[in-house]
């Protein structure tokens, strides 16, 4: 059983991204959590939903001549909101936290794309619909365990992988400033991030070891160059008002390796 297999994307640049996988034991402990809230959900929602149904039912027991129908109709009806809830639950969560549900967060993993871009809504929603066949049997879990990639049926159908999250750090080549960490808080609200592709983060990543190196006009000149690149890729109008095109590229830089809100 492999638990922290790895996996490499060569950029355009010759500059190889590597992520950790996020192994079955961390995606056990985020599913596990992940239940627990559900269950808590699930539960307020029958106890809600039993109440409002027998009144509804006791209402129009004496109005229609099958009251038994209306009975069906309300488990029915039960039964397709619950489903509702366990699907949108996960689709709510990876899309708005850019692969992350509460049980991903403390299990410290995300989901990402093949190609390392964030998901979207039409991942998460395949990973989630496909998530019950993946439960059956637990044949989700035994391809996790048994492929290299580590993929659910519901990762082969979206094209996504599971990996462990990385905290966006520092060194003696690559400073992030005070400003660019309020910044990324700001950028994952305002800006989507996902059309960013491994050798955009590449690039950055680069430019922010070597920039202590460069001449202050070329570095002048590249941050403003890539800083623009950046804007359009990501849709945004400009530059943040007051915002250095370096300060912008450390926020990116961070926003894309954790997004948060």
């Known amino acids: 059983m492999r638990f922290f297999n790895r996996i490499t994307f060569q950029t355009p640049e010759s500059v190889e991204l590597e992520f950790t996988l996020a192994g079955i034991g961390n995606r056990a402990l985020a599913l596990l959590i992940d239940y627990t809230v559900l269950a808590v959900t699930l539960l307020v929602f029958f106890l809600t939903w039993t109440v409002f149904s027998t009144q509804l039912f006791n209402f129009f027991e004496d109005l229609i001549t099958n009251a038994q129908n209306l009975g069906l109709w309300l488990i029915a009806i039960f039964f397709l909101i619950g489903f509702a809830i366990y699907i949108g639950?996960?689709?709510?969560?990876?899309?708005?936290?850019?692969?992350?549900?509460?049980?991903?967060?403390?299990?410290?993993?995300?989901?990402?794309?093949?190609?390392?871009?964030?998901?979207?809504?039409q991942q998460a929603t395949l990973r989630a619909l496909l998530r019950p066949f993946d439960e059956t049997l637990f044949i989700g879990a035994f391809l996790i365990m048994l492929g290299s990639h580590e993929k659910r049926l519901g990762d082969l159908a979206a094209g996504t992988i599971v990996i462990q999250a990385q905290t966006p750090t520092t060194s003696p080549t690559l400073t992030i400033s005070e400003r660019a960490k309020l910044l990324r808080e700001e950028l994952v609200q305002i800006a989507d991030l996902s059309p960013l592709m491994p050798d955009d983060f590449a690039v950055i990543r680069e430019y922010l070891q070597r920039r202590s190196?460069?001449?202050?006009?070329?570095?002048?000149?590249?941050?403003?160059?890539?800083?623009?690149?950046?804007?359009?890729?990501?849709?945004?109008?400009?530059?943040?008002?007051g915002v250095t095109p370096d300060v912008?590229?450390?926020?990116?830089?961070?926003?894309y390796q954790q997004p948060e809100f």
């Open 89 to 121: 639950y996960f689709v709510f969560f990876e899309t708005l936290w850019f692969g992350q549900t509460p049980g991903k967060r403390f299990a410290k993993i995300r989901v990402v794309r093949d190609d390392g871009r964030l998901i979207g809504l």
């Open 213 to 241: 190196a460069l001449s202050l006009k070329a570095r002048a000149s590249l941050s403003l160059k890539l800083a623009e690149q950046v804007v359009a890729i990501i849709n945004l109008e400009k530059l943040p008002e």
């Open 248 to 255: 912008f590229l450390e926020a990116i830089y961070l926003g």
